[in-house]
């Protein structure tokens, strides 16, 4: 899934809103459901723009507060989910003893900045 879509095309008024029914437009981007549902899900950017940390704000900011996920639960969908989701999740996806890290060091701990 692509949050990012969220953030640029779903806030109200958006280019979903101007071209989608407002019952297809209900339905976009779940990701709440999803993850209640038991689904695995795996987020990445689809190029625009190229940052996880904003589909991160994107999926925790959805206009839809039903559907939004935790700081926490995008995290795991770009790390954890993501390397499940290419069969990779023994060497990539966390910071462990024996895996591939893949980091950024950022200036405040995501966990702690208000969304």
């Given at each position: 899934m692509q949050p990012n879509f969220v953030g640029r095309w779903q806030?109200?008024?958006g280019l979903y809103d101007q071209r989608?029914?407002?019952e297809t437009v209900r339905g976009m981007n779940m990701f709440r459901v999803a993850l209640d549902n038991g689904a695995r899900v795996c987020f990445g950017s689809d190029g625009m723009p190229y940052s996880p940390l904003y589909g991160i704000w994107s999926a925790t900011n959805h206009h839809n507060e039903r559907v939004r996920l935790t700081?926490?639960?995008a995290l795991r969908c770009y790390t954890m989910e993501s390397a499940y989701?290419?069969?990779?999740e023994h060497t990539l996806g966390s910071l462990n003893?024996?895996?591939r890290?893949?980091?950024v060091v950022l200036s405040e701990n995501i966990l702690d900045v208000p969304t």
């Open positions: 806030q109200i008024g989608f029914e407002a700081v926490e639960e989701s290419v069969f990779q003893v024996g895996k890290a893949d980091f």
